[in-house]
């Protein structure tokens, strides 16, 4: 067999599955209530999506925006609660149940502790979600994570809290256009374990303009000093209209810049490795004992973008077995306060406005990207019983290819496929292969703004 060329590392971080660069204007005014008439919905997740920051990180493409002037976070959550209400009413008289919540954005303690504690009534009282029953992840960042914020959350059931702090290191965060300072940090890492919430999640980044082996593990060691339950490591990527990509800096060569991410992986896995976590994935590490995996932690990336997700806030997706749908999706500023002001004006939220179509074949994919790009691997039975043939039959050359690549782990048995340590770190380019022809003309059609 003639041997593969060399595939670059870090292709596309699967963040959820089709992307959203793939979703179109849906047409022919699909109701909301049409839509949901066949879903289960005994064990759906709930998520709400906040799109204010302090700032915008150089690397950060999500949709977001900085600050909220007149008055807009009052009327982005009377929008919400709008489409809450209109959701709700969509799903019918049938019991509804909630297995798992999160507020994510952005920067959902962007919001006032008044304005959380809104945002948690909205969920509770206009969804039906009991939030102190079930899991509920929070994300926040240095300079919001204050004690009446993190007060509010812990009281209304908050499990998890999510900071990014992506490097412990001055001249790292300068690097990559985060203004913080070490004692901001370590303020609200302390004020987040004070609040008493169970589970404490810290992002770190690699890759970072200047980011050498030892600066890596002294940021490791910053928060492992914290005793997280969970870490994230995660990989930089400098996206079209981000801060970085349109400076051109935060990377050397290609090849270089890939060299030395896939160095700083393999530190940053061992080293936790080494200090008694386990791996679920390339990004994911936890402690053993913390099983939390609410839509927000690493299975915002995999297993938690399930069928039954429903998305409140202008940049939320919502997920049904057949359809996967928002509202527009934009990277420049401009864009966004376009977007979020028209989700403010909003008053029907009953026909969704973008989305993609889920048949079969993108019901398959999006199996195997929930399962395989995890550590433990997955579950061929499981895959079988619900496709009727194996994923290596539906999928011989992407699976021929893995396995010369040495991406598989030849020692599991017929039940079980699983990836390798080299194939784990290649996820970011495992993961892509495994897209549709479609879907990746979408994306690759799609323009950024």
Known sequence: MTALPHTRPYRNYVYGYPHKTAYRPLTGGLDLRELWAGEPADALSLYAHIPFCEFRCGFCNLFTRIGAPDELTTRYLDALERQAVAV??????????????????????????????RLCDIAELRTGADLRAIPLSV??????ATADRLGVLAERGATRISIGVQSFVASEARAAVRPQHRGEVDGALDRIRAAGVPILNIDLIYGIDGQTERSWRYSLDAALAWRPEELYLYPLYVRPLTGLGRSASGTGGDEDWDTQRLRLYACGRDHLLANGYEQVSMRMFRRPGATHEPPGSEFADHACQTDGMVGLGCGARSYTAGLHYSFDYAVDMREVRGIIDAYTRTADFGHPPVGRRIDADEARRRHLLQSLLRAEGMDVRAYRDRFGAGPVEHFPVEFAEFAERGWLDCGTGPDLLRLSAEGLAYSDALGPRLFSPAVRAAMAAYEPR
């Open 88 to 117: 709700r009413d969509a799903l019918g008289d049938r019991p509804i149940g909630f297995a798992a919540a999160a507020f994510g954005g952005g920067t959902p303690t962007y919001l006032s502790a008044a304005e959380l504690e």
């Open 139 to 144: 994300e926040t960042s240095p300079g919001t």
